[in-house]
């Protein structure tokens, strides 16, 4: 299988904690449609070498929420054109990321007459004082009622985003939002911690000593919550981040994990044919001008096998599946065994059926372990 991503950028306003590539001007949704429109002619042989079918859809951002119905509707007409997939659509993963403000009865019900099949929501907490400390636009109460809205339209695939370490939040209060967010039956849940990324005010506001990162070990009392309260509702520990009830993992988002082909259409978009990756300009106004030219504004990186080893060590060992070691070269399986060993022995990694994996004691050194097994 293969994928295909498309950056929405648009956001009504910015996130403090948001490093992703956003613009918060509205006007220039239709021609940035079109331009999406364009670079998927222009884009339409990508993977005509990679033996991949595609499977799935990922509609990202930004905010797509922010995309008029007209447009996103005219954007996956455009979609099938050129890579039809409504004979087969029952077969895919139709991912759109959404904010609960934006899914008025009106825009779910319009949702619901696209492809789209799973929706993937940007809650981060229940507590309405971090959503306001996040400069987030819903409410707690918003979020319950966009996810109980979507689930009487008829989604039955529904994950939602969650943060946890927020400045001041006790583990109590953390509990308090994984048993919310299971209490909702969704199918699935990514937790992250809450990052202070350079050049985000978030960042910024810990520098000036407005707010103060939590302790690493609250953190990690958290985190061993969230595992203990995700396993007991029956989910399983698929990615280190990623957290699925059975047959209901991202199947888009696990193509990224394990060197599947994806193409990435927009400003800030990647793509990957195996041999290399590309990236597409983080610049909406030159991204449009230059695709109207009929030019694709990206950069290009061919892939070797020192690289690939290395994509593989960072995005496979985030798996419950770990990396299959009959993928690597001799070289490089020597190496992972050699340097892996001290981990092993320490039970933070194991080897088995021919597959190097992280264990669970060892998830919360997984930062340091991949590090140890670059091959630089």
């Not at 409410?139 to 966009?146: D, F, I, N, W, Y």
Request: a negative charge; hydrophobic letters at 35%; aromatic letters at 10%.
């Amino acid at each position: 299988m293969s994928g295909l991503y498309i950056h929405l950028p648009f956001c009504a306003s910015r996130c403090i904690y948001c490093g992703f590539y956003s613009t918060t001007l509205p006007t220039l949704q239709t021609r940035y449609t079109d331009a999406l429109c364009h670079e998927m002619d222009l884009r339409r042989h990508y993977l005509d070498g990679c033996g991949h079918a595609l499977q799935t859809i990922y509609l990202g951002g930004g905010t797509p929420s922010q995309l008029s119905l007209d447009n996103l509707s005219r954007l996956f007409l455009y979609i099938n054109k050129e890579y039809p997939y409504l004979t087969h659509v029952q077969e895919m993963e139709i991912t759109m990321e959404c904010n609960p403000d934006d899914l008025t009865p009106t825009y779910v019900e319009g949702l619901r007459k696209l492809p789209v099949n799973r929706i993937s929501l940007g809650i981060q907490t229940f507590s309405d004082s971090r959503l306001q400390l996040l400069h987030r636009r819903h409410t707690a109460q918003e979020a319950k009622e966009a996810v109980s809205r979507l689930q009487q339209a008829g989604f039955r695939n529904i994950s939602i985003d969650l943060m946890f370490g927020f400045p001041e939040e006790t583990v109590e209060e953390w509990h308090e939002d994984v048993r919310t967010a299971i209490e909702l039956g969704v199918n699935h849940i990514s937790a992250y911690s809450l990052m202070y990324e350079e050049g985000t005010a978030l960042w910024k506001m810990r520098q000036e000593g407005k707010i103060k990162e939590t302790d690493e070990e609250v953190s990690l009392a958290m985190y061993n919550l969230l595992m203990k309260e995700m396993s007991a509702a029956g989910f399983e520990h698929y990615e280190i981040s990623n957290f699925a009830l059975p047959g209901f993992r991202s199947r888009h988002n696990s193509s990224y994990w394990h060197q599947i082909p994806y193409i990435g259409i927009g400003a800030a978009a990647h793509s990957f044919d195996i041999k290399s990756r590309q990236w597409n300009i983080a610049d909406i106004m030159r991204y449009m001008t230059s695709i109207e030219g009929g030019t694709i504004p990206c950069e290009r990186e061919e892939i070797d096998e020192r690289t690939r080893y290395n994509d593989l060590v960072t995005t496979a060992l985030r798996t419950s599946e770990g990396l299959e070691l009959k993928q690597l070269p001799p070289l490089y399986h020597d190496y992972l065994l050699k340097t892996a060993k001290p981990w092993i022995v320490d039970r933070k990694m194991e080897v088995k059926n021919g597959r190097a994996r992280i264990t669970r004691g060892g998830i919360f050194v997984s930062d340091d372990i991949m590090s140890d097994l670059m091959y630089v």
